[in-house]
């Protein structure tokens, strides 16, 4: 590795994939990986959102072919055909994915041969074959929906052009990522559309076989997932457009139903009709908290998407005063950096705050004990609590890692999201 990090937030390739897999409904990983490979790629993600665990099969209950040593010197593959047939008399899944290990990937194993075998017999066994030294979990996001475009989603689906499929929002890594899709899915369908949010409504691999049907994909995160799109498009014919960060309350709530409707040509009227009642439910609630909501200045440490919607909610529908933003997930693309630093300085009613970039947990520390301006606020995860009692300051426990919250389909996005929210940031006084 070119460097180390200091308690890195979230696991290995194989931990994002694991996690992706895990909350789709009926879908179940194969690990071709060592012992120990299922719990702690569990760990490493599930473990720490919100204490909420995949409803299918998860951590120890994930079929593995647990190599050992003889299959590091002989080769593992047979080992892996007894496992994949143990899985499919057993679990009782829609479709199986066989996922490679460091070990795995280290010896060469050819599980696509493998997994070949099962299709040829008419199981719905694919393969991804990408051993967990490659990235990080972030990059398992992708690489599953790479291989989903490559094996699973079937081609000359009907178009149906109220049909919208949700990327960007990864879920575990992302705690509130439930209740976000359910919060996207709830405004979407008000403007009649119809929505693949994959990964609840017990959708599952049905629903994503006929994804490319779909008239547009919505991407709802400032950086991730730009390689699929590109495949997705060039292979499907279904065009993206990216959100660039997560929308928390009234007014970038708005502007992402008015971009939606823009790129679909939706009837004007039913729009704005939609917008007149979300914002008059929200204001309302909002109105009846005057003379409680005091003003803050306030520090964000979260991924990209939750820190740019954070931010930009508390800037510009709140006034108060953002002072420092730390994005706590590697991003490597300047056009990516470029984009999200956009997003957090275009503040209407704010000065820019400092914006830094880093995934180490002693530089976040650093960062936040050394900071020259004051301080009132600091919304992070369960890593930042210490140093919100050593600067004895209000804390807010809004993104991953969390360890001390349980989660359901909570979440701070869109309009109800934000009220929820501004509920949390008035909880503890």
């Known amino acids: 590795m070119s460097q180390i990090l200091e308690n890195p937030r979230g696991g290995c390739v194989l931990a994002g994939i694991n996690s992706v897999l895990g909350a789709l409904d009926k879908v179940c990983p194969i690990l071709h990986a060592g012992p120990g490979c299922c719990m702690q790629t569990s760990a490493a993600e599930q473990g720490q959102s919100g204490h909420k665990s995949s409803c299918f099969v998860s951590s120890v209950s994930i079929p593995s072919s647990n190599m050992l040593e003889k299959e590091v010197v002989f080769g593992g593959t047979?080992?892996?055909?007894?496992?994949?047939?143990?899985?499919i008399a057993i679990m009782d899944a829609d479709a199986f994915f066989v996922l490679t290990g460091c070990t795995a990937g280290i010896i060469g194993d050819d599980i696509i041969s493998v997994t070949q075998e099962f299709q040829d017999k008419g199981h719905e066994v694919y393969s991804i074959d990408t051993p967990g030294f490659?990235?990080?979990s972030n990059l398992g996001y992708e690489i599953v929906w790479n291989a989903i475009i490559d094996q699973v989603i079937e081609e000359d689906i009907p178009k149906d052009e109220k049909l919208v499929n949700i990327f960007g929002i990864v879920p575990y890594h992302d705690p509130f990522w439930s209740g976000t899709l359910e919060e996207i899915d709830r405004i979407l369908s008000l403007l009649g559309l119809k929505v693949n949010t994959f990964f609840t409504k017990h959708q599952g691999i049905n629903d994503i076989k006929k994804c490319s049907g779909a008239a547009l994909n919505i991407i709802v995160n400032p950086w991730l997932w730009n390689g699929p799109a590109k495949k997705f498009e060039e292979k499907f014919g279904v065009p993206s457009i990216r959100i660039p960060?997560?929308?928390?309350?009234?007014t970038d709530t708005t502007r992402f139903v008015r971009e939606v409707a823009k790129a679909l040509s939706l009837d004007d009227e039913l729009v704005e009709k939609v917008i007149a009642a979300e914002e008059d439910y929200v204001y309302h609630y909002l109105a009846q908290?005057?003379?409680?909501?005091s003003w803050k200045r306030f520090?964000?440490?979260a991924d990209a998407s939750n820190a740019v919607g954070i931010t930009r909610y508390l800037a510009n529908d709140f006034s108060f005063t953002p002072v420092l933003v730390i994005i706590s997930e590697p991003i490597f693309r300047q056009e990516d950096k470029d984009r999200i630093i956009a997003q957090i300085s275009d503040l209407e009613y704010a000065v820019p705050p400092r914006i830094v970039f880093t995934a180490d947990q002693y530089e976040i520390n650093q960062a936040?004990?050394?900071e020259?301006?004051?301080?009132?606020?600091l919304i992070g995860s369960s890593n930042e609590r210490e140093v919100a009692l050593e600067k004895d300051i209000q804390f807010i426990l809004a993104s991953f890692p969390m360890n001390?919250?349980?989660v359901f389909n909570r979440t701070y996005a869109g309009y109800r999201g934000g009220l929820t929210f501004t509920e949390d940031l008035y909880d503890n006084l």
């Open 78 to 87: 047979d080992k892996l055909r007894t496992t994949i047939q143990g899985a």
């Open 134 to 136: 490659a990235g990080d």
């Open 245 to 250: 960060g997560l929308f928390v309350g009234a």
């Open 289 to 293: 908290s005057i003379g409680v909501v």
């Open 299 to 301: 520090a964000v440490v």
């Open 368 to 370: 936040l004990l050394n």
């Open 372 to 377: 020259e301006k004051e301080i009132t606020l």
């Open 404 to 406: 001390e919250r349980l």
